[in-house]
Nanobody, 114 residues
Framework: QVQLVESGGGLVQPGGSLRLSCVAS????????AGWYRQAPGKQREVVAT???????NYADSVKDRFTISRDNAKNTMYLQMNSLKPEDTAVYYC????????WGQGTQVTVSS
């Protein structure tokens, strides 16, 4: 059974930083393409950043140069380092793995507000 568990969300002031983590069980990150998505209230879920099996990364234009996706193969964990956070980054952030099926975590709330 595949399980993805996100953590690291919270309330942060504009300009601050957070690091999200996604721990996987039942599936290996390095063998699958994966990514982070987010969904703000009243909006559709959108891709934030992706990482391929080969380690190639891609980012939404809105987060380029501010967010960094990475994974630790030994810990089977994926991360999203978020710097220079803006109020418009407020959303529930979801971890995704595109394996034999499309797997999602339960989400972690990120709120950027003064």
């Amino acid at each position: 059974q595949v399980q993805l568990v996100e953590s690291g969300g919270g309330l942060v002031q504009p300009g601050g930083s957070l690091r999200l983590s996604c721990v996987a069980s039942g599936i290996i990150f390095s063998f699958n393409n994966a990514g982070w998505y987010r969904q703000a209230p009243g909006k559709q879920r959108e891709v934030v950043a992706t990482i391929t099996t080969g380690g190639m990364t891609n980012y939404a234009d809105s987060v380029k140069d501010r967010f960094t996706i990475s994974r630790d193969n030994a810990k089977n964990t994926m991360y999203l380092q978020m710097n220079s956070l803006k109020p418009e980054d407020t959303a529930v952030y979801y971890c995704n793995v595109n394996g034999l099926s499309n797997y999602w975590g339960q989400g972690t709330q990120v709120t950027v507000s003064s």
